[in-house]
C-alpha cells in the first residue's frame, strides 16, 4: 500500500515537492531540534492520486481553460465549481485508514486530538515566491471525520480565487503545482507573533524585528491588531527598541471555536511579551537564519510560558529597491497622516477606499488602494495600485508583505486612513518615513539602495535562462552577466509548425528567418554580453503536439530517454542544420557575435565527435566569439568528462534537474516517485563537484543551469568553493542569487 501520510521527523527541507515548503520547513526544523509542535504530513501524493480516482484533473484543466484571469467575478465562479469537484470527491479507504491512524497516534489511545490543518503548497514559501496565505488553515479541528473533511477542504482551498490568480501570474502550472496538508498539534497560543531576521523595510540585516499581540496569530498576520514592536541587535541580542501598542481584541478558543474576545485597556496596552522572551526569540531567529543560509520570516506561539516556532520561509522582499527623493519641500501642514513604514518608497495618485474584497474591481492602475487592512483576496487590487495605506497592522502584516513582494509602497497601521481620506483625493504616500501628503507631490529617483552591493559584479559570473523573446529587454536590465541558457523550444513552439513539414512544404527559409528573428532579439538585448543558445531538446511526444507532428515523430514510451538531443541531430540532421543557418544569419548578417551554442543531452564521447563535424560543415568555427558548450546532464558525461573535454569543447553547463532525475533514477513528474527527486543527495552533489572540479583542472568553463541553483543557497557555496566559473537561474531569483555569490565568495575569501 502506497504511503500517503510522513511525520515531521521523516522529512526535511529537501522533500518540498511531497510535502510542500511549509511541510518541509517543520520537519527541517523539528530533526534541527527546535521547538516545533509535534505533527503529520499528508503529502501531495495523496492529493495526485485523489485526483487521478476522481478523475478531476481534465475537469479542472476544462474549467480553468474558459477563466478570464482579469475578471475576479470569472475567477471566483471558476473557483467554486473546482472547488464543489474536489467537496464532492471520494477518498480512497487506504488513505482515510493512513490518516485516522497517525491523527490516533499524535492525540493518544483514549483522547481525540485538537488540531491545525495548515495547507502547503508545492509552490508555496519558496525563496523565489511568497504571497504566503493563498491557501486555506483550519484550526480547532478534533475528530477523524471532522480532520477527514477539512483534508477535502485544504485540497479545494488551492483553487481559492485568490491562488489560482497568483498561479496564473507566476506561469505555474495550476495541474503541477500539488498540495500537502501539515495536521499539527494545535498550540492554544496567550501570545504570537512574527520574526523576520532582517529588517523587512530597511534590509538592515544587523537587526531582527519582532511584532507580537495576545491570543492567536491571525490577527496580526491579517493585520487588524496593531502589534508590539521590538527591535533586537543581531550582534549580541540587546534590545534597541521596544514599541508598544493598543490591543482592543485578541482572538483566543471558546470551547470549539475561535472568538475575539475584547480586552480592556490597562490589558490590551501592556506589553505583550517578556524581555526575556523577546531575547529568547531573537536567538531562535538567529539560529534559524544561520540553519537555512538566508533571512527567515518565522511565526512563533507562547502556550504555558513555552515558545513555539510554528512556521519559517526565506524572506522574499529583500530586493534591491529605488531610493526617491521629493523634489518640492514638504512642511508639516502638508502631512495629513501618519503610520508605520512598511514598504519604502514614495508614489502619488488618488485614493481608492476598499472596506470589503467585494468593492476591489473599483480599483484602477495608478490609484492608491486604502482599506482597513487586506488579505489574500486583495491581491488583485494590490497589483493594480502604486500604493498601500492600512488602518491597521505591523510591518509584518499581510498588506506590509505583499507590498515589499510587488515593490510598492505601504504604510499601515494609521489608525484612521478610510475616515481620514476620501475616495478621489490625490495623496503622495511616503513609505520611507511613514507619511502621507495631501495633493501629489513629484519625486525623482536618486541612486540605488544596494542589499549586498547588488549591482556589485562577483568573480563567478551570473546568468539568466530564458526562453520568450518578449522578455529579453526588460530581462536584459537586470545586473546579469548574459544568458546562460537560451531555449530553443519556446520559439520553435511559437514558429508552431514542426520544422520537417516547413521543409516538406518549401517553407524552409521561412523558418530560419523566424528562428534568426527570435534569437537576434535576445542578442540585441544583452550585446555584447553572451547568450548561450541551447539547440532544440524537443522530446518526440512534444514535437508531435505541432502542426504535422505526428507525421514525423515516432511514439515512445519513455521519451525522456529517447529520440533527442544530439543522437537527433546525428541520425536526422535536416532540423539541426537549420538551427545551425539560423545561428549564421545572427551571427553574420545581424552582426551579433554575442550569440554561442550549446549542445543537450550528449550520450557518447563519438556523438560529441560527430556533432561538431556537422557544426563545422555548416561554417560555424569555435573562436574567442564563437563558443561550443556542452550539458551534462547524463551519468556518462560526468564519468567520461575528459573525454569529452579533449574532444574540443570551450565550456559544460549541469542541468541539475536531468543529472539528478539519472543519477538518482526517478521522475520528478511522476506523482509517484517525485519524493525520491533530490538534488542534495550525497551522490548528485559528488556528480556537481566532480564537474566543476575537472573542467577547471582542463581550463574549461564550467556552469549550473537548473532549477537547484534557485532552490538551495548552501549549494551555491558549495558551487562557488569548488570553482564553477557561472550560474543561471531564472530572471524572479537574480537579485537572491546575486547575494549568495557575493556573500560565497567573501567567505571563501576570508577562509
Given at each position: 500500500?502506497?504511503?500517503?501520510?510522513?511525520?515531521?521527523?521523516?522529512?526535511?527541507?529537501?522533500d518540498?515537492?511531497?510535502?510542500?515548503?511549509?511541510?518541509?520547513?517543520?520537519?527541517?526544523?523539528i530533526?534541527?531540534?527546535?521547538?516545533?509542535?509535534?505533527?503529520?504530513?499528508?503529502?501531495s501524493?495523496?492529493?495526485?492520486?485523489?485526483?487521478?480516482?476522481?478523475?478531476?484533473?481534465?475537469?479542472?484543466?476544462?474549467?480553468?481553460?474558459?477563466?478570464?484571469?482579469?475578471?475576479?467575478?470569472?475567477?471566483?465562479?471558476?473557483?467554486?465549481?473546482?472547488?464543489?469537484?474536489?467537496?464532492?470527491?471520494?477518498?480512497?479507504?487506504?488513505?482515510?485508514?493512513?490518516?485516522?491512524?497517525?491523527?490516533?497516534?499524535?492525540?493518544?489511545?483514549?483522547?481525540?486530538?485538537?488540531?491545525?490543518?495548515?495547507?502547503?503548497?508545492?509552490?508555496?514559501?519558496?525563496?523565489?515566491?511568497?504571497?504566503?496565505?493563498?491557501?486555506?488553515?483550519?484550526?480547532?479541528?478534533?475528530?477523524?471525520?471532522?480532520?477527514?473533511?477539512?483534508?477535502?477542504?485544504?485540497?479545494?482551498?488551492?483553487?481559492?480565487?485568490?491562488?489560482?490568480?497568483?498561479?496564473?501570474?507566476?506561469?505555474?502550472?495550476?495541474?503541477?503545482?500539488?498540495?500537502?496538508?501539515?495536521?499539527?498539534?494545535?498550540?492554544?497560543?496567550?501570545?504570537?507573533?512574527?520574526?523576520?531576521?532582517?529588517?523587512?523595510?530597511?534590509?538592515?540585516?544587523?537587526?531582527?524585528?519582532?511584532?507580537?499581540?495576545?491570543?492567536?496569530?491571525?490577527?496580526?498576520?491579517l493585520?487588524?491588531?496593531?502589534?508590539?514592536?521590538?527591535?533586537?541587535?543581531?550582534?549580541?541580542?540587546?534590545?534597541?527598541?521596544?514599541?508598544?501598542?493598543?490591543?482592543?481584541?485578541?482572538?483566543?478558543?471558546?470551547?470549539?471555536?475561535?472568538?475575539?474576545v475584547?480586552?480592556?485597556?490597562?490589558?490590551?496596552?501592556?506589553?505583550?511579551?517578556?524581555?526575556?522572551?523577546?531575547?529568547?526569540?531573537?536567538?531562535?531567529?538567529?539560529?534559524?537564519?544561520?540553519?537555512?543560509?538566508?533571512?527567515?520570516?518565522?511565526?512563533?506561539?507562547?502556550?504555558?510560558?513555552?515558545?513555539?516556532?510554528?512556521?519559517?520561509?526565506?524572506?522574499?522582499?529583500?530586493?534591491?529597491?529605488?531610493?526617491?527623493?521629493?523634489?518640492?519641500?514638504?512642511?508639516a501642514?502638508?502631512?495629513?497622516?501618519?503610520?508605520?513604514?512598511?514598504?519604502p518608497?514614495?508614489?502619488?495618485?488618488?485614493?481608492?477606499?476598499?472596506?470589503?474584497?467585494?468593492?476591489?474591481?473599483?480599483?484602477?492602475?495608478?490609484?492608491?488602494?486604502?482599506?482597513?487592512?487586506?488579505?489574500?483576496?486583495?491581491?488583485?487590487?494590490?497589483?493594480?495600485?502604486?500604493?498601500?495605506?492600512?488602518?491597521?497592522?505591523?510591518?509584518?502584516s499581510?498588506?506590509?508583505?505583499?507590498?515589499?513582494?510587488?515593490?510598492?509602497?505601504?504604510?499601515?497601521?494609521?489608525?484612521?486612513?478610510?475616515?481620514?481620506?476620501?475616495?478621489?483625493?490625490?495623496?503622495?504616500?511616503?513609505?520611507?518615513?511613514?507619511?502621507?501628503?495631501?495633493?501629489?507631490?513629484?519625486?525623482?529617483?536618486?541612486?540605488?539602495?544596494?542589499?549586498?552591493?547588488?549591482?556589485?559584479?562577483?568573480?563567478?559570473?551570473?546568468?539568466?535562462?530564458?526562453?520568450?523573446?518578449?522578455?529579453?529587454?526588460?530581462?536584459?536590465?537586470?545586473?546579469?552577466?548574459?544568458?546562460?541558457?537560451?531555449?530553443?523550444?519556446?520559439?520553435?513552439?511559437?514558429?508552431?509548425?514542426?520544422?520537417?513539414k516547413?521543409?516538406?512544404?518549401?517553407?524552409?527559409?521561412?523558418?530560419?528567418?523566424?528562428?534568426?528573428?527570435?534569437m537576434?532579439?535576445?542578442?540585441?538585448?544583452?550585446?555584447?554580453?553572451?547568450?548561450?543558445?541551447?539547440?532544440?531538446?524537443?522530446?518526440?511526444?512534444?514535437?508531435?503536439?505541432?502542426?504535422?507532428?505526428?507525421?514525423?515523430?515516432?511514439?515512445?514510451?519513455?521519451?525522456?530517454?529517447?529520440?533527442?538531443?544530439?543522437?537527433?541531430?546525428?541520425?536526422?540532421?535536416?532540423?539541426?542544420?537549420?538551427?545551425?543557418?539560423?545561428?549564421?544569419?545572427?551571427?553574420?548578417?545581424?552582426?551579433?557575435?554575442?550569440?554561442?551554442?550549446?549542445?543537450?543531452?550528449?550520450?557518447?564521447?563519438e556523438?560529441?565527435?560527430?556533432v561538431?563535424?556537422?557544426?563545422?560543415?555548416?561554417?560555424?568555427?569555435?573562436?574567442?566569439?564563437?563558443?561550443?558548450?556542452?550539458?551534462?546532464?547524463?551519468?556518462?558525461?560526468?564519468?567520461?568528462?575528459?573525454?569529452f573535454?579533449?574532444?574540443?569543447?570551450?565550456?559544460?553547463?549541469?542541468?541539475?534537474?536531468?543529472?539528478?532525475m539519472?543519477?538518482?533514477?526517478?521522475?520528478?513528474?511522476?506523482?509517484?516517485?517525485?519524493?525520491?527527486?533530490?538534488?542534495?543527495?550525497?551522490?548528485?552533489?559528488?556528480?556537481?563537484?566532480?564537474?566543476?572540479?575537472?573542467?577547471?583542472?582542463?581550463?574549461v568553463?564550467?556552469?549550473?543551469?537548473?532549477?537547484?541553483?534557485?532552490?538551495?543557497?548552501?549549494l551555491?557555496?558549495?558551487?562557488v568553493?569548488?570553482?564553477?566559473?557561472?550560474?543561471?537561474?531564472?530572471?524572479?531569483?537574480?537579485?537572491?542569487?546575486?547575494?549568495?555569490?557575493?556573500?560565497?565568495?567573501?567567505?571563501?575569501?576570508?577562509?
Amino acid at each position: 500500500m502506497p504511503k500517503y501520510v510522513a511525520w515531521f521527523s521523516e522529512i526535511g527541507k529537501n522533500d518540498v515537492s511531497l510535502v510542500g515548503g511549509k511541510g518541509a520547513n517543520l520537519g527541517e526544523m523539528i530533526n534541527a531540534g527546535f521547538p516545533v509542535p509535534n505533527g503529520f504530513v499528508v503529502t501531495s501524493k495523496a492529493y495526485y492520486e485523489f485526483l487521478k480516482e476522481n478523475k478531476l484533473d481534465i475537469k479542472i484543466k476544462h474549467l480553468l481553460s474558459a477563466a478570464n484571469f482579469d475578471d475576479s467575478k470569472s475567477l471566483d465562479n471558476v473557483s467554486t465549481q473546482i472547488k464543489k469537484l474536489i467537496i464532492e470527491g471520494k477518498i480512497s479507504e487506504d488513505l482515510i485508514s493512513q490518516i485516522i491512524k497517525a491523527y490516533n497516534t499524535l492525540g493518544g489511545r483514549f483522547e481525540h486530538a485538537l488540531v491545525a490543518v495548515r495547507s502547503s503548497a508545492t509552490a508555496e514559501d519558496l525563496s523565489d515566491a511568497s504571497f504566503a496565505g493563498a491557501q486555506e488553515s483550519f484550526l480547532n479541528v478534533k475528530g477523524d471525520a471532522v480532520l477527514v473533511q477539512k483534508i477535502k477542504q485544504g485540497w479545494a482551498s488551492l483553487f481559492h480565487g485568490r491562488a489560482i490568480f497568483y498561479r496564473h501570474q507566476q506561469k505555474y502550472d495550476h495541474l503541477k503545482v500539488g498540495i500537502a496538508l501539515v495536521v499539527q498539534k494545535m498550540i492554544e497560543s496567550e501570545k504570537s507573533g512574527v520574526m523576520f531576521t532582517i529588517d523587512p523595510v530597511t534590509n538592515d540585516k544587523s537587526k531582527i524585528i519582532i511584532e507580537s499581540i495576545y491570543g492567536l496569530g491571525e490577527l496580526i498576520v491579517l493585520g487588524k491588531e496593531n502589534p508590539d514592536h521590538y527591535v533586537v541587535l543581531k550582534s549580541d541580542f540587546s534590545i534597541l527598541t521596544k514599541r508598544t501598542s493598543l490591543q482592543n481584541y485578541m482572538l483566543k478558543k471558546v470551547k470549539e471555536k475561535n472568538k475575539e474576545v475584547k480586552l480592556s485597556k490597562s490589558v490590551g496596552s501592556r506589553q505583550k511579551i517578556t524581555d526575556a522572551q523577546i531575547t529568547t526569540l531573537a536567538k531562535f531567529g538567529e539560529k534559524l537564519e544561520k540553519h537555512y543560509y538566508f533571512p527567515q520570516d518565522i511565526e512563533w506561539a507562547i502556550e504555558k510560558g513555552k515558545i513555539y516556532i510554528v512556521q519559517t520561509r526565506a524572506v522574499t522582499t529583500t530586493k534591491i529597491e529605488k531610493d526617491f527623493v521629493l523634489t518640492t519641500k514638504v512642511s508639516a501642514s502638508d502631512v495629513i497622516l501618519k503610520g508605520d513604514a512598511a514598504s519604502p518608497g514614495i508614489a502619488a495618485g488618488p485614493v481608492k477606499i476598499v472596506v470589503s474584497t467585494k468593492e476591489i474591481d473599483k480599483v484602477l492602475p495608478g490609484d492608491v488602494l486604502v482599506a482597513p487592512q487586506t488579505n489574500p483576496d486583495f491581491v488583485p487590487a494590490m497589483k493594480k495600485a502604486v500604493a498601500i495605506i492600512t488602518d491597521s497592522g505591523g510591518r509584518t502584516s499581510h498588506a506590509a508583505i505583499v507590498s515589499r513582494e510587488l515593490g510598492i509602497p505601504a504604510i499601515v497601521g494609521t489608525q484612521n486612513a478610510t475616515k481620514v481620506l476620501k475616495t478621489g483625493n490625490v495623496v503622495t504616500v511616503n513609505g520611507t518615513t511613514g507619511e502621507i501628503y495631501k495633493g501629489g507631490f513629484a519625486t525623482k529617483q536618486t541612486r540605488h539602495v544596494e542589499n549586498d552591493n547588488l549591482n556589485t559584479k562577483t568573480a563567478t559570473k551570473l546568468y539568466v535562462n530564458l526562453a520568450e523573446p518578449d522578455l529579453a529587454d526588460s530581462t536584459a536590465q537586470k545586473n546579469v552577466d548574459g544568458v546562460g541558457l537560451l531555449r530553443a523550444e519556446f520559439m520553435m513552439a511559437g514558429i508552431g509548425v514542426h520544422p520537417k513539414k516547413m521543409i516538406h512544404d518549401g517553407k524552409r527559409h521561412e523558418f530560419i528567418e523566424k528562428l534568426a528573428e527570435d534569437m537576434g532579439k535576445f542578442c540585441k538585448a544583452f550585446d555584447p554580453r553572451p547568450v548561450v543558445y541551447r539547440t532544440t531538446d524537443f522530446k518526440t511526444n512534444e514535437y508531435r503536439d505541432l502542426v504535422g507532428g505526428k507525421d514525423y515523430e515516432p511514439e515512445e514510451s519513455n521519451p525522456m530517454l529517447g529520440y533527442r538531443g544530439a543522437f537527433r541531430y546525428i541520425h536526422d540532421p535536416e532540423v539541426f542544420k537549420l538551427e545551425l543557418e539560423a545561428i549564421k544569419l545572427v551571427r553574420s548578417k545581424m552582426n551579433y557575435k554575442n550569440l554561442w551554442i550549446m549542445i543537450p543531452f550528449v550520450r557518447t564521447v563519438e556523438e560529441l565527435t560527430a556533432v561538431k563535424k556537422i557544426i563545422n560543415e555548416a561554417g560555424l568555427e569555435r573562436s574567442s566569439t564563437f563558443k561550443l558548450w556542452m550539458m551534462v546532464e547524463i551519468p556518462s558525461n560526468v564519468i567520461m568528462l575528459e573525454k569529452f573535454i579533449e574532444v574540443g569543447i570551450d565550456g559544460v553547463s549541469i542541468g541539475s534537474n536531468d543529472l539528478t532525475m539519472l543519477v538518482m533514477g526517478t521522475d520528478r513528474d511522476n506523482s509517484e516517485v517525485a519524493s525520491e527527486f533530490n538534488e542534495m543527495y550525497s551522490a548528485t552533489l559528488w556528480a556537481f563537484e566532480h564537474v566543476v572540479k575537472t573542467a577547471h583542472k582542463h581550463g574549461v568553463t564550467s556552469s549550473m543551469c537548473g532549477q537547484a541553483v534557485s532552490t538551495y543557497p548552501e549549494l551555491v557555496k558549495d558551487l562557488v568553493s569548488w570553482g564553477v566559473t557561472s550560474v543561471s537561474v531564472s530572471p524572479d531569483a537574480v537579485d537572491n542569487t546575486r547575494k549568495l555569490l557575493i556573500r560565497s565568495e567573501k567567505e571563501l575569501l576570508h577562509r
